[in-house]
């Protein structure tokens, strides 16, 4: 005779209780909110080219923006390498977008245009890559304001994110705090824009931009 013993193993659903660490707090501090956006954007009905993108974006909790900016991701108007860009950077980071065309000035109460104002520093009557979807300003990191914290590790990170981009994807307009700039220390093969003039124009945020057309 023999005996079968039938083993029963349990299963143990062990809640190890280590859900990634997902840190609750908004990419764009209080009161600037992450954008409203029409339902029908998020359920596809406007499916236009490259929408797919721009909506993964803002459905991405470490991604915020304004509701101008979310306006224009909703609209198509911003280019797809530079949401592409953004998507990179929010794997790893806390970004949030204060302007992408919508809302973006360069003289106070002048609507911009397509060239960059005469009188804006040297960059005067250059493209304005704002006016074309091709530029994001960044005004937050990890929930820290850029003005101030250019040294913060989590504000030169972007920078060392955008570095790590392949140059045919890179952003050929990365400027930022002076300070930001120094630490990181790229030149301008990779996309760094360092005119001092520039640099002092971006104490409180970091622009990323796509000077030519795709
Ligand atoms: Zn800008």
Redo the contacts with the bound molecule.
Sequence with gaps: MSVVLLLSTALLLTSCGSLEDVDPTPACPPGVGRGIWDLGFLEGKDAGPGSTEARKLLENPNFGATPQAAGDLEEGIVDQRLIATLRVLTKERRICVETFKEG?YFLPGVPDGPLIPEGYGKAGGLPNT?YYGR?A?VWWVDGKPVEGNATDPDVLEVGRILAGIPPEMRPDQIIGPPRWATALGYGRERGWVLAPGQLELHED?I?I?YMDKE
Excluded: I, L, N
Aim: glycine share 14%.
């Design positions: 973006h704002h530029a300003d945020h622009h931009g």
